[in-house]
T-cell receptor, first 116, second 113 residues
Framework: AQKVTQAQTEISVVEKEDVTLDCVYE???????LFWYKQPPSGELVFLIRRNSFDEQNEISGRYSWNFQKSTSSFNFTITASQVVDSAVYFCALSREVEYGNKLVFGAGTILRVKS | NAGVTQTPKFQVLKTGQSMTLQCAQD?????MSWYRQDPGMGLRLIHYSVGAGITDQGEVPNGYNVSRSTTEDFPLRLLSAAPSQTSVYFC????????????FGPGTRLTVT
């Protein structure tokens, strides 16, 4: 069975601090996909990144970076120089190969509060 | 493109009532699915569809029905609402090929009293 664990229920930081959101996953598949979504207070789900199991390169997009390590089954997300607008719930998710359609398995989410 | 649309945005039902949550997408996506979001549990898959006429159960299908008669629409039916179905419901769609990103609708907040 597939499982995603986000052990940090809530994190509070002061603006400009760096913050890392942890994501640990479990799967028996050799091919799988990992995602991060952001849910701001307005409630919509915003796609941030997709990573497939064959691509272990770290990714950087502006203040966001992701560290994928298959050896520890982790896909952590770091926000550098956090801003108040980063306050949201962040979800890590896992899916099987595309043939299985839309079966995303989500973690419970991490609430990030950035204070000015 | 409107993307994925959901109606209504808010709904209050009494226990035992039935209703249909509507979901539509205008991106010609083959795959559509319904999730529910509950505090501390993330999103859980209810039902999904890989094309018109084809649906299957997800993780928490009990109490819900779906059908997919067209590519665009994927309604979710609550047969006899229960307080345990109080949740926020998200519809999502994606193309079979490409980036595999799922596009989510804005959500429907349902309260069952």
């Amino acid at each position: 069975a597939q499982k995603v664990t986000q052990a940090q229920t809530e994190i509070s930081v002061v603006e400009k601090e760096d913050v890392t959101l942890d994501c640990v996953y479990e799967t028996r598949d050799t091919t799988y996909y990992l995602f991060w979504y952001k849910q701001p207070p307005s409630g919509e789900l915003v796609f941030l990144i997709r990573r497939n199991s064959f691509d272990e390169q770290n990714e950087i997009s502006g203040r966001y970076s992701w560290n994928f390590q298959k050896s520890t089954s982790s896909f952590n997300f770091t926000i550098t120089a956090s801003q108040v607008v980063d306050s949201a719930v962040y979800f890590c998710a896992l899916s099987r190969e595309v043939e299985y359609g839309n079966k995303l398995v989500f973690g419970a989410g991490t609430i990030l509060r950035v204070k000015s | 493109n409107a993307g994925v649309t959901q109606t209504p945005k808010f709904q209050v039902l009494k226990t035992g009532q039935s209703m249909t949550l509507q979901c539509a997408q205008d991106m010609n996506h083959e795959y559509m699915s319904w999730y529910r979001q509950d505090p501390g549990m993330g999103l859980r898959l209810i039902h999904y569809s890989v094309g018109a006429g084809i649906t299957d159960q997800g993780e928490v299908p009990n109490g819900y029905n779906v059908s997919r008669s067209t590519t665009e629409d994927f309604p979710l039916r609550l047969l006899s609402a229960a307080p345990s179905q109080t949740s926020v419901y998200f519809c999502a769609s994606r193309t079979r090929a490409g980036s595999y990103e799922q596009y989510f609708g804005p959500g429907t907040r349902l309260t069952v009293t």
